[in-house]
């Protein structure tokens, strides 16, 4: 089983829309999260860290389920300026090496 | 922004060639890694360094070496570049393995 699985997408929605996307990972080690965003031809930066059971910055949501090992993220009102690839990485600590998979593409159009 | 740059920032070269990537931090970060970015595969991690002096391979290390004399310094060197090899590689650092990355700009690579 791959250490982070996300669904590749586009997902493709039109502006002010709400859109959602799932991480399950697999070390049930993992102790905080990390939401990236990657825009095109650029290097991932932050877009939210998650350390209990959730967190909440504007526009943006992240909720972690331990028990089901998935965490997800929440855009509401969606931007043209939001269509990027979000990456979830979780972490654990240890020896356990960060992981980024091939992230989720989002696409907000007009 | 976290001060990690990557150096260069473009190159073309051509296989056969030995090649350098260097990444640099100001933050005194004690982990920085190497990946690389091909469409379809997200970010691959080639080597990383817990450490001066101190580094492990990847998934994808075949054809790359790394030294990393000074914590400030992470080097990534294609012995013999191949075609395959082309590619945007990222440079990251982090304090430990419980927070975030901070990622260098990038490098775009080009073995012909």
């Known amino acids: 089983r791959k250490e982070v699985e996300q669904d590749p997408g586009p997902f493709n929605v039109p502006e002010g829309a709400t859109v959602a996307f799932n991480c399950t990972y697999s070390?049930?080690?993992?102790?905080?999260f990390f939401w990236y965003r990657q825009d095109c031809r650029k290097e991932p930066k932050l877009l939210m860290s998650?350390?209990?059971s959730g967190n909440e910055d504007g526009r943006f949501t992240a909720q972690l389920n331990r028990a089901s090992q998935y965490i997800s993220l929440l855009i509401r009102d969606s931007k043209l300026s939001d269509s990027a690839t979000y990456l979830c990485?979780?972490?654990?600590?240890?020896?356990?090496?960060?992981?980024f998979g091939r992230g989720t593409s989002l696409i907000v159009h007009p | 922004d976290a001060g990690i740059t990557q150096s260069p920032r473009h190159k073309v070269t051509e296989t056969g060639t030995p090649v350098t990537l260097r990444c640099h931090q100001t933050?005194?970060?004690?982990?920085m890694y190497w990946y690389r970015q091909d469409p379809g595969h997200g970010l691959r991690l080639i080597h990383y360094?817990?450490?001066?002096?101190?580094?492990d391979k990847g998934e994808v290390s075949d054809g790359y070496s790394v030294s990393r004399s000074k914590t400030e310094d992470f080097l990534l060197t294609l012995e013999s570049a191949t075609s395959s090899q082309t590619s945007v590689y990222f440079c990251?650092?982090?304090?430990?393995?419980?927070?975030?990355?901070?990622f260098g700009q990038g490098t775009r690579l080009t073995v012909v």
């Open positions: 990485v979780p972490s654990a600590g240890g020896s356990y090496i960060p992981t």
């Open positions: 070390n049930s080690a993992s102790q905080s």
């Open positions: 998650v350390y209990s």
């Open positions: 933050e005194n970060h004690r982990y």
């Open positions: 360094s817990y450490g001066v002096k101190d580094t």
């Open positions: 990251a650092i982090t304090q430990n393995l419980y927070t975030e990355a901070f």
